[in-house]
């Protein structure tokens, strides 16, 4: 997933990046509203963290922006503790969750986590499609209830055609989302990657789970199955 993080205080911008890189998140941070702006206009951005006190644009002006900009991608605010009036307020300018300021970095993880299961369509957090399951809080894979081994790259590239089970996906919408922006970006190793993927989900080539669409890109085509 690619996270945005507008939080104007030093210490907590970094614990929120650096902890949230360490889950495989690639994550863009902005220090002000206006550069938080510019990223969440910018960048293909699946979710973002948007603290209310912000410096040159406030928090609940840069949720409205970029609403008003076509920007349907979930936004937790993070507000202070007892302020009912800032979580309504900044629900009403388009955010979809809060949490309070002291927070513990897990409840943080959890709620992005469900927001965007809930932007892909999914209720719970085991994804089924077709006999593959995905526990999105365990990272673990199941393939007709058989447990399947994935390194953390081939778990997210899986994770993300999930979570958009029926959607066509790009190359490039692959590294935008799964790869830091300093990273290396070469498509071919995305091939490597997903061959190496439909060989675990598919050793005998019975299921056929990844579509390849010629110069498009990929698809889940398993039926998501129902939560
Ligand atoms: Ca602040």
């Not at 809060?98 to 369509?121: D, M, N, T």
């Not at 894979?141 to 993300?160: C, D, G, H, K, Q």
Request: with cysteine; proline share 5%; glycine share 8%.
């Amino acid at each position: 997933m690619r996270v945005l993080v507008v939080e104007d205080e030093p210490a907590l911008r970094e614990s929120l990046r650096s902890r949230l890189v360490a889950t495989g998140a690639v994550v863009d941070v902005a220090a002000d509203g206006e550069e938080g702006l510019h990223l969440g206009l910018e960048y293909p951005i699946d979710v973002a963290i948007i603290d209310l006190g912000l410096p040159r644009l406030p928090g609940l002006e840069l949720i409205r922006r970029l609403r008003a900009g076509e920007r349907r991608f979930p936004i937790l605010v993070l507000t202070a503790r007892d302020g009912w009036q800032e979580k309504v307020q900044g629900l009403e300018a388009g955010a979809d969750d809060y949490v309070a300021k002291p927070f513990h970095f897990e409840e943080v993880l959890a709620r992005l986590q469900a927001l965007l299961r809930r932007s892909g369509g999914w209720a719970s957090a085991m994804l089924r499609c077709g006999p593959v399951a995905l526990d999105t809080r365990s990272q673990s894979l199941t393939v007709n209830e058989l447990a399947v081994e994935l390194t953390s790259f081939e778990y997210r590239i899986l994770e993300y055609l999930m979570l958009r089970a029926g959607e066509v996906i790009s190359k490039t919408d692959l590294t935008d989302h799964l790869y830091q922006e300093d990273a290396e970006r070469d498509s071919n190793v995305i091939e490597v990657l997903m061959g190496r993927l439909r060989r675990k989900l598919d050793p005998d080539e019975t299921l056929h789970p990844i579509e390849t669409l010629r110069g498009r890109g990929y698809r889940l085509a398993l039926p998501r199955a129902p939560c």
